[in-house]
């Protein structure tokens, strides 16, 4: 599946790494969802199924996020994980379009990281309240939560 991804869109993979039975491509954003399509819908790799949609937080990066993307094929039975880097308030490009199971995915990594999805439908809050300040899984986040008079005992 790597070499096919190599193949049809040279230098769009920056990088490989394997762990655990699993292999994991740092792609080119710019390539990234014209990779998403055809991994989805070449006959020989038939990603069906993007089975969860994550953020990383690296504080001390330009390009602070890593979106990693677990995608499986549920007729081939084979697996790939795919990441970008997108910088803080960069839009990562939404795969919404591709796999309907990202629209809550991204929700979610919006929610609790701030990553903005650009073609997302509906990209708002789904954990947290709408008055909800930041986004807890940011490492700069208190871990003891802002102080927050609604939330002090009375």
């Given amino acids: 599946m790597l070499d096919a991804i190599k193949e049809r869109f040279p ?8 762990h655990a039975g699993e292999v994991t491509a740092l792609l080119d954003k710019d390539s990234f969802l014209s990779i998403c399509r055809f991994l989805k819908d070449d006959p020989a790799l038939r990603m069906d199924y993007l089975s969860n949609l994550c953020g990383v937080d690296f504080p001390d990066r330009d390009k602070r ?45 919006f929610d609790l990281l701030g990553i903005p999805f ?27 939560g802002h102080d927050r008079d609604h939330l002090k005992l009375r």
């Fill in 11 to 18: 230098g769009a993979v920056q990088s490989v790494a394997y």
């Fill in 65 to 109: 996020f890593e979106v990693v993307y677990h995608l499986f094929s549920v007729p081939k039975k084979h697996r790939i994980n795919l990441k970008i880097r997108v910088a803080d308030q960069e839009p990562a490009p939404s795969v919404t379009g591709i796999w309907r199971t990202a629209n809550w995915h991204e929700r979610e990594a």
């Fill in 118 to 144: 650009e073609g997302h439908p509906d990209l708002r809050r789904i954990l947290l309240t709408d008055e909800w300040q930041g986004h807890p899984l940011r490492k700069e986040y208190p871990t003891r």
